[in-house]
């Protein structure tokens, strides 16, 4: 009898607790707990320092209102939503998985944890409530690097180091190949798909063999500073700081670069969740938000530089969209009639080159 | 000279230059085995080579001490694995594991600070007119040092394991301790040295990565080579002109998919990118399938342990 009433009082203590937490949450939060799931080293010179710069920054803005923890070298697929579980029973409250490859993983740990909010970098999928995905248009920093490519290049060959077919890549390689074709109708562009974010060796290698093809320009869609070291080596091959800006490879090879800015965005989602006022979306900022940035150019001619800045303010001034039609499929048919521009739909679902790239996407 | 828009020549200058990594690893790893031990933490001793060479090179300017720093390094955290399982007599499959696991955190603790900067260059060998030679030259006469260093390597440990007083010994410690010990070897002592070669070749070859092939500092650059080099060996069946070949093939093929694909090959990407992994399967396959040569050609006392009261 006492025991079953000891139970009960146990089972009303615990309801009370859980509707109390909850309530909390709708309120806000005295102190939130962060965690971040990274795709590669935090020292990877790339895409997930980019991230981390931006989490030190965010952590100062907190200070002792944020506790952020984070977790590097996680693999994508099946083994990222160990990482997620593990963070989400420490306690966080909100998680931010920062690659492609987290999209399914991320969806299906939020359906296990209602209350913690999930945020996924670069995917499309928001299977609940509280999943939210954020990304930024890298493509019009492409525009911009397209053309200097377009008209640096002496060889007429543009090479890409592309990680995986996945519509933000794709989105990358259009970009580009349209705005060095733009200034430079000769131009060819060469895609080497790596299979890899995070592969220094692989990620030479493939600069190398684009090099041995007579490429002189490279673009990459991988993390490391790999491509750039190895473009080093050779006289006259340049090539673009990507996600950071690789300032340690200016002023050639590396003449100018597209940087990711995640601090703002992380800021504010932060304080949404301390305010009680995070709601599931999709964010999708760009040049002019100053999600993205054009890293300072270098080492070409100043009317290159003063071209790619002044597509850079049109596009900061929304004065000029990257992708504006007249622009055909890579087999010919028409995708964006003459002015016509590319809508956020369009650029989720990439899934095709433009007309003038040779070559075939991996499905 | 193309063949599908690539020039062999060229490609295999570049397959030399990828394989010397895996080359290095394998011929330590494959000696540290014909003494009987198996380590399996070569892609943490390589990653180790890497940091170590890469901090020694910046500090001291030159990439020739870069490299011994990495032979250094590696040596010294197999000396770890060495004295936990020669001496403590622990588990070599775990404790291998383990020190790769280690290898890499510790890398990634020392290469703080070292992102982003530059090692000193190392020039390929000035061959003179031999260079200019038509493909001969490309192939043969435009490389660093350490790619005819690695095959100067292979040579001399086949001659060792052959020829030498040596070699007998280290194989007898690998095929029967017991009988090495009645004989009155220190079989101990020489697997302690087997693994320290074992060490600095893995590191020597991590120091190529990060001072050559990719010549910059980031965590984690080694990548797995560590793990393609354990597979070499056996792939070589413990024969030390066949880890070149071994290595050759691997590395070659590395380099083949990605020259196809920048030259336009009409063949799936999918393709081109686990045929590496594919052909090592296949060749595995087939070396072991038959006579068994594969199997019976491995060392006797592989993996255990040795301990003279038994």
């Known amino acids: 009898m006492q025991r079953r009433t000891i139970l009960k009082g146990g089972a009303a203590l615990g309801f009370a607790t859980m509707m109390g937490g909850k309530m909390a949450l709708a309120q806000g939060l005295e102190k939130v707990k962060v965690g971040f799931i990274y795709v590669g080293p935090i020292g990877d010179g790339g895409w997930t320092q980019a991230h981390h710069v931006a989490v030190l920054k965010t952590q100062e803005h907190f200070g002792d209102k944020a506790e952020i923890v984070w977790q590097e070298n996680v693999p994508e697929g099946a083994d990222s939503e160990r990482a997620m579980t593990q963070m989400a029973l420490s306690g966080c409250n909100i998680i931010f998985t920062t690659s492609f490859g987290y999209m399914d993983p991320t969806n299906a740990v939020a359906a296990k944890f209602p209350d913690v909010k999930f945020e996924h970098a670069t995917g499309y999928k928001r299977e609940h409530p509280n999943v939210t995905t954020y990304n930024a248009r890298f493509y019009e920093g492409r525009a911009v690097n397209g053309i200097i490519a377009g008209r640096t290049t002496k060889t007429n060959k543009i090479g890409y180091i592309a990680s995986f077919p996945i519509p933000e890549v794709i989105q990358g390689i259009n970009s580009s190949y349209l705005h060095a074709k733009k200034v430079n109708p000769a131009v060819e562009m060469t895609v080497v798909w790596a299979f890899t974010w995070n592969e220094p060796a692989k990620e030479a290698d493939a600069a190398k063999a684009l090099i041995d093809q007579g490429v002189d320009v490279i673009f990459q869609h991988t993390d490391t500073t790999a491509p750039l070291a190895l473009a080093q080596k050779t006289p006259g091959i ?22 990711d800015r995640w601090d703002a965005y992380y800021i504010s989602r932060i304080q949404a969740v301390l305010d009680g006022t995070w709601q599931s979306q999709d964010s999708w900022d760009g040049l002019a938000q100053g999600a993205v940035e054009i890293g300072e150019i270098t080492g070409v001619s100043a009317e290159t530089k003063a071209e790619a800045e002044a597509l850079r303010d049109a596009i900061i001034a929304g004065t000029y969209h990257p992708f504006t039609g007249p622009i055909n499929k890579q087999d010919g048919s028409v995708w ?19 007309e003038g790239i040779v070559g075939d996407i991996p499905s | 000279m193309d063949i599908g828009g690539i020039n062999p020549a060229i490609l295999i200058a570049s397959l030399m230059v990828a394989s010397v990594p895996i080359m290095l690893a394998a011929i330590g790893e494959l000696v540290v085995e014909k003494a009987g031990v198996l380590n399996l933490g070569v892609e943490g001793m390589m990653i180790i080579g890497a940091i170590c060479g890469f901090v020694v090179a910046v500090h001291s300017g030159s990439a020739v001490l870069g490299f011994v720093g990495g032979a250094v390094g590696g040596a010294v955290l197999s000396l770890v694995f060495g004295f936990l399982t020669q001496f403590m007599l622990t588990n070599q499959v775990a404790t291998g594991l ?3 696991l280690f ?106 990565v990060s001072l050559v092939r990719v010549p910059q500092w980031t965590d984690g650059i080694t990548a797995g080579a560590g793990w393609i080099a354990l597979a070499i060996v056996v792939f070589a069946s413990w024969k030390p002109w066949r880890v070149l070949i071994g290595a050759y093939l691997f590395g070659g093929i ?48 592989l993996g255990q342990n040795f301990h003279a009261s038994r």
């Open chain 1, 238 to 259: 340049i090539g673009f700081g990507q996600a950071r800006d690789m300032e340690e490879y200016k002023p050639t090879p590396r003449v100018s670069s597209i940087i």
């Open chain 2, 254 to 301: 590395t380099v083949l998919q990605l020259n196809l694909q920048a030259a336009g090959a009409a063949i799936p990407v999918e393709y081109l990118s686990m045929s590496p992994y594919l052909i090592t399967i296949l060749v595995l396959v087939i070396m072991s399938s038959g006579r068994g040569k594969a199997a019976l050609n491995a060392p006797a006392a």
């Open chain 2, 98 to 100: 383990a020190l790769t």
């Open chain 2, 103 to 208: 290898g890499q955190g510790l890398s990634s603790m020392i290469g703080q600070g070292y992102n982003g900067i530059k090692p000193p260059a190392t020039e390929p060998l000035n061959f003179g007119p031999l260079a200019d030679l038509p493909v001969i030259g490309t192939i043969l006469f435009r490389h660093d040092w350490m790619v005819y260093g690695s095959i100067l390597i292979i040579a001399a440990v086949w001659a060792v394991l052959k020829y030498t007083r040596t070699g007998l010994i280290l194989r007898a410690v690998g095929e029967s301790h017991d009988a090495a010990h009645a004989l009155g070897y220190k079989v101990v002592r020489i697997r302690i040295m087997a693994i320290l070669f074992g060490g600095a070749m893995a590191g020597l070859g991590g120091a190529y």
């Open chain 1, 336 to 354: 964006l009639a003459e002015g016509q521009v590319a809508t956020d739909a369009d650029f989720a679902g990439m899934n095709f080159y433009v």
